[in-house]
C-alpha cells in the first residue's frame, strides 16, 4: 500500500510539473525567442493586422478566448468582414499557426499577398493554404481542395486534418522560393515558386491568366473571410 501511495505521488507530481511547464497559448517559449520567432498574434487584440485594403481590423473579426474568430452572425448583422493580413511583409520565413474550423466551414491562410488597389482581393496575388471541413464542405469533394492542400494546385500527399472543434496546426516554410507545407506534424506539400513547374501548375488551375498570382516573393500574411466562423491562435513566424 505504502508503494502504491509512493508511486501515486510520484505520478501526480510529474503530471503537476508538465503542466507547469506547458507553454500558454499565443507566447513564445525562451527557446524560441533566442531562435528569433515572433508573435503575430498577441492572444489580446488585433495589433499588428488589418482588413486587406483598409487601415483597420473589421468589425467582424474579434478576438475570443485568445482566438482571432471571424464571427459570422456579426456579419450576417452588416458588420464588415472581408480578408485580414499582416501589417508586415514577408518573403523567407516559418510560419506556424493554429486553426479550428466550423461544422461546415471554409477559410484558408493566404501569403505572399501583394496588397494593391489593383487588385481586389487576396487570393488575386496569394497562393492559399486550405483551411476547410473535408467532410461537411462541398469542396472536400474536390481535388486539390482539401485541408492542407495549396490550393487547387497540389493535392497534400497524405490526410492530417484532425475532426471538426479540434484545433491544428499548420506550418508554411518560404525560402527563396522553396515552399513547404506541414500539417499536424505531416509534410502535405512541397514546391518551388518561380520556377517553369511553378508556371505549369498555376497554367493547370483556376488562376489560369491571373497576371499577378503567385508572382510576389515578398508579401502578407491573410486570414479569410470565406462567410464561415473560423478560429486562428498561436501565430508566429522566425524571419529565415
Same mark, same amino acid.
Given at each position: 500500500?505504502?508503494?502504491?501511495?509512493?508511486?501515486?505521488?510520484?505520478?501526480?507530481?510529474?503530471?503537476?510539473?508538465? @503542466?507547469?511547464?506547458?507553454?500558454?497559448?499565443?507566447?513564445?517559449?525562451?527557446?524560441?525567442?533566442? *531562435?528569433?520567432?515572433?508573435?503575430? /498574434? !498577441?492572444?489580446? #487584440?488585433?495589433?499588428? $493586422?488589418?482588413?486587406?485594403?483598409?487601415?483597420?481590423?473589421?468589425?467582424? $473579426?474579434?478576438?475570443?478566448?485568445?482566438?482571432?474568430?471571424?464571427?459570422? !452572425?456579426?456579419? %450576417? @448583422?452588416?458588420?464588415?468582414?472581408?480578408?485580414?493580413?499582416?501589417?508586415?511583409?514577408?518573403?523567407?520565413?516559418?510560419?506556424?499557426?493554429?486553426?479550428?474550423?466550423?461544422? +461546415?466551414?471554409?477559410?484558408?491562410?493566404?501569403?505572399?499577398?501583394? *496588397?494593391?488597389?489593383?487588385?481586389?482581393? #487576396?487570393?488575386?496575388?496569394?497562393? *492559399?493554404?486550405?483551411?476547410?471541413? &473535408?467532410?461537411?464542405?462541398?469542396?472536400? %469533394?474536390?481535388?486539390?481542395?482539401?485541408?492542407?492542400?495549396?490550393?487547387?494546385?497540389?493535392?497534400?500527399?497524405?490526410?492530417?486534418?484532425?475532426?471538426?472543434?479540434?484545433?491544428?496546426?499548420?506550418?508554411?516554410?518560404?525560402?527563396?522560393?522553396?515552399?513547404?507545407?506541414?500539417?499536424?506534424?505531416?509534410?502535405?506539400?512541397?514546391?518551388?515558386?518561380?520556377?517553369?513547374?511553378? &508556371?505549369?501548375?498555376?497554367?493547370?488551375?483556376?488562376?489560369?491568366? $491571373?497576371? +499577378? /498570382?503567385?508572382?510576389?516573393?515578398?508579401?502578407?500574411?491573410?486570414?479569410? !473571410?470565406?462567410?464561415?466562423?473560423?478560429?486562428?491562435?498561436?501565430?508566429?513566424?522566425?524571419?529565415?
Amino acid at each position: 500500500m505504502k508503494k502504491i501511495i509512493i508511486g501515486a505521488f510520484m505520478l501526480g507530481a510529474i503530471t503537476s510539473a508538465t @503542466a507547469v511547464k506547458a507553454q500558454k497559448v499565443n507566447s513564445l517559449s525562451a527557446k524560441e525567442k533566442k *531562435e528569433g520567432w515572433q508573435l503575430l /498574434f !498577441d492572444g489580446k #487584440t488585433t495589433t499588428g $493586422w488589418h482588413t486587406y485594403l483598409k487601415d483597420a481590423v473589421s468589425p467582424a $473579426w474579434k478576438v475570443v478566448d485568445g482566438a482571432l474568430e471571424f464571427d459570422v !452572425d456579426a456579419k %450576417k @448583422a452588416g458588420a464588415p468582414g472581408g480578408d485580414i493580413v499582416t501589417n508586415g511583409e514577408y518573403e523567407n520565413y516559418e510560419l506556424s499557426i493554429d486553426w479550428k474550423i466550423s461544422e +461546415g466551414g471554409n477559410s484558408g491562410i493566404i501569403f505572399s499577398v501583394h *496588397e494593391d488597389p489593383e487588385f481586389s482581393a #487576396t487570393y488575386l496575388t496569394g497562393p *492559399e493554404m486550405q483551411v476547410l471541413d &473535408d467532410d461537411k464542405h462541398p469542396d472536400g %469533394k474536390i481535388n486539390k481542395h482539401n485541408a492542407g492542400d495549396l490550393y487547387d494546385l497540389i493535392k497534400s500527399s497524405q490526410k492530417a486534418v484532425k475532426p471538426v472543434g479540434e484545433w491544428n496546426t499548420a506550418k508554411i516554410v518560404k525560402k527563396d522560393g522553396h515552399l513547404t507545407l506541414w500539417l499536424n506534424g505531416v509534410k502535405t506539400v512541397e514546391t518551388t515558386m518561380g520556377t517553369p513547374e511553378w &508556371d505549369a501548375l498555376v497554367a493547370n488551375s483556376k488562376f489560369k491568366g $491571373w497576371k +499577378g /498570382f503567385g508572382k510576389y516573393a515578398k508579401g502578407h500574411i491573410a486570414l479569410q !473571410d470565406h462567410g464561415n466562423k473560423v478560429w486562428y491562435r498561436n501565430i508566429k513566424i522566425k524571419v529565415l
